[in-house]
Nanobody
């Protein structure tokens, strides 16, 4: 069964850090770019970041550039999102998703281009 499972969400104070993980089972991540999206209540799901299939390239939304870092360990079939300097506008359910590698540069922010999605993990930022 093909599956992506996110973990690592939780409650953190403003300025704090969290590391999200996205683990794949039933398929290997090598052929896919992996994106992270987030959705806050009443808002559209938006692209946060995406890492290429090789891990050699990454793209970030302007809202998280310089604060979030995406990485992957293909040997562990896992992708990470390190979130630092969290702000009150960052809380959302965070999702990872698999994108066919050839669509990485042109379509990373397009939800409909992704093949598989995880169930999401909640991130809350509050003092």
């Amino acid at each position: 069964q093909l599956q992506l499972v996110e973990s690592g969400g939780g409650l953190v104070q403003p300025g704090g850090s969290l590391r999200l993980s996205c683990a794949a089972s039933g398929f290997t991540l090598d052929d896919y770019a992996i994106g992270w999206f987030r959705q806050a209540p009443g808002k559209e799901r938006e692209g946060v970041s995406c890492v290429s299939a090789s891990g050699g390239s990454a793209i970030y939304a302007d809202s998280v550039k310089g604060r979030f870092t995406i990485s992957r360990d293909n040997a562990k079939n896992t992708v990470y999102l390190q979130m630092d300097s969290l702000k009150p506008e960052d809380p959302a359910v965070y999702y990872c998703a698999a994108l066919p590698r050839d669509r990485y540069a042109s379509s990373w922010y397009k939800r409909q281009e992704y093949d598989w999605w995880g169930q999401g993990t909640q991130v809350t930022v509050s003092s």
